[in-house]
């Protein structure tokens, strides 16, 4: 007979397997790239590296900052399986920049806390492999087809 999971282990699976839905927003070439070889991390950023998303598609549509000239912004959707998080809610916290040494998966920083001037949340995930892209749109929120992308930019 099999031995079934303790409720400790069944709420550390609960706990630890959370997956939400978040958005990325970048250049179309980016996108592009992005769906060939995955996601690269940052090198920095306000949580360190990793790859920044958020669960509020209004805050995502804010990045990048500038595009270059003739590029098109484009926002990617994606499943994130958030594995353990790190709530990171002051700037100063001890683990900002160094939670992933500490066998963290994702950052956290929660909304309204003084970190983000918008006041949205914010997400920072170490491994990209816990990011599965569902659907890459443009700022009219119409559906940009993967294999279109890939005969236009692939390689």
Request: proline share 6%; aromatic share 10%; charged share 20%.
């Amino acid at each position: 007979m099999g031995q079934s999971k303790s409720k400790r282990q069944r709420r550390h699976d609960e706990k630890y397997n959370q997956s939400y839905i978040m958005y990325h927003s970048t250049s179309l070439s980016n996108a592009c790239q992005i769906m060939i070889i995955g996601f690269t991390p940052s090198t920095g950023g306000m949580l360190g590296p990793g790859v920044y998303l958020s669960k509020s598609y209004t805050k995502a549509c804010a990045y990048p900052k500038s595009l270059p000239p003739g590029e098109e912004q484009v926002i990617i959707k994606a499943r994130v399986r958030v594995g353990k998080v790190k709530r990171i809610d002051y700037q100063g916290h001890p683990l900002q920049y160094s939670w992933h040494k500490k066998g963290y998966d994702t950052a956290w920083v929660p909304p309204n806390c003084g970190m983000v001037p918008s006041g949205l949340e914010e997400d920072c995930v170490w491994d990209p492999k816990r990011i599965e892209i569902l659907n890459i749109s443009n700022m009219d929120g119409d559906s940009i087809d993967s294999l279109i992308l890939y005969h236009i930019f692939g390689t």
